[in-house]
């Protein structure tokens, strides 16, 4: 069955996760592709993010992306046509009001405690911690597993990728908004392929037919991907938009 849609995640797929300009001849490409695939009724690419979703709604604009989105992993869904931001399947009020319990304990801590990890501002539903040294990251771990054992509606996983660490509600994630994205659209998992490098992405694999990353991916998703790119980032991801169009 051929491939109709491709949705990417951002941070080491898309774009570089480093706190630096990007390449512009290369995004500048990426976006072109997109645009042209748009026009010519080709594969429909879509983003599946931990990003949130102002950020997601500029990228879409810029690459000319007019599929739904996935934001916060899996936590928020968002249509730019309807601009209508709604929360994925999984997350409640009380889910989000314990989480929001979390965040403020987070920010009053983290400057006295660890001033080296910085709350990431724009998230409803999910939380994130940026490190300039990852594995520093592990330290913060215990507080919030503590602060979560004493309230009953948040039960969280936490997941690292190369520099954040993202707190998410058990059973939300890219895998679960993903499937709720391709219902309303109406298209079978045979006819979407993901794009993604980081341990996050996992949740993706069965909600599609095909999955690819690019070479800098983790080795966990290189052992199931149906195409791994030799190619890095916004390369990579040329290259396996390239590569589904001539399956």
Known sequence: ?????????????????ESEPWDWNLFARLAETIRRLSR????????????????????????GITLPAVCENGAVLYDLFSN?????????????????????????????????IIYQAGKEAQLSLYCAQPERL???APLIRAFAETEPDLDILLAKTNYY?????????????????????????????????????????????????????ADGLKAVADYVSPYPVTAGALDIIEWIQNR
Do not use: H, W
Request: with cysteine; glycine share 12%.
């Open 84 to 116: 209508r931001a709604d929360f994925g399947p999984g997350v409640t009020a009380a889910r989000v009001r314990a989480l929001g319990k979390l965040k403020a304990m987070l920010l009053e801590r983290l400057p006295q405690e660890f001033p080296d």
């Open 1 to 17: 069955m051929p491939v109709k849609v491709l949705f990417c995640d951002v941070d080491g797929s898309l774009v570089p996760e």
């Open 165 to 217: 660490l993202n707190i998410d509600l058990r059973g939300v994630s890219k895998g679960s908004g993903l499937r709720a994205i391709l219902q309303r659209l109406g298209i079978p998992r045979q006819s979407a392929a993901f794009l993604g490098d980081s341990s996050g992405d996992l949740t993706a694999r069965d909600a599609v037919g095909v999955f690819t990353c690019p070479s800098n991916a």
């Open 40 to 63: 010519n009724g080709g594969l429909r690419i879509g983003l599946c993010t931990g990003r949130p979703q102002p950020y997601v709604e500029a990228l879409m604009k810029t690459l």
């Open 138 to 140: 592990d330290a913060v």
